[in-house]
Nanobody, 122 residues
């Protein structure tokens, strides 16, 4: 059974850091591309970053370039998103998703986690 579980969200002050983790079960990380999306209230779901089945990071959203780093831990079967220099506009529910390749549109993905809330506020 395919399952994705996000963790690591929380409340952080502007300029702070968080590390999100997406724990994958039911398949190996070389079987699906894994992406992180986020959705703020009243906004569309936005692709943040994605790592391909061959362990290549295919994109970062322009709004997070230089601040967020995506990585894969094959031993733990997790995809981690290190978020530094967080801004209030990063506040959103963050989701990880699995798909056949790295798409920037959310509807292309087959499996989704339940999401984890990130709130950046002083």
């Amino acid at each position: 059974q395919v399952q994705l579980v996000e963790s690591g969200g929380g409340l952080v002050q502007p300029g702070g850091s968080l590390r999100l983790s997406c724990a994958v079960s039911g398949f190996g990380l070389d079987y699906y591309a894994i992406a992180w999306f986020r959705q703020a209230p009243g906004k569309e779901r936005e692709g943040v970053s994605c790592i391909s089945r061959s362990d290549t990071i295919t994109f970062y959203a322009d709004s997070v370039k230089g601040r967020f780093t995506l990585s894969r831990d094959n031993a733990k079967n997790t995809i981690d998103l290190q978020m530094n220099n967080l801004k209030p506009e990063d506040t959103a529910v963050y989701y990880c998703a699995a798909g056949s390749r790295c798409w920037k549109t959310s509807y292309e993905y087959n499996y989704w986690g339940q999401g984890t809330q990130v709130t950046v506020s002083s």
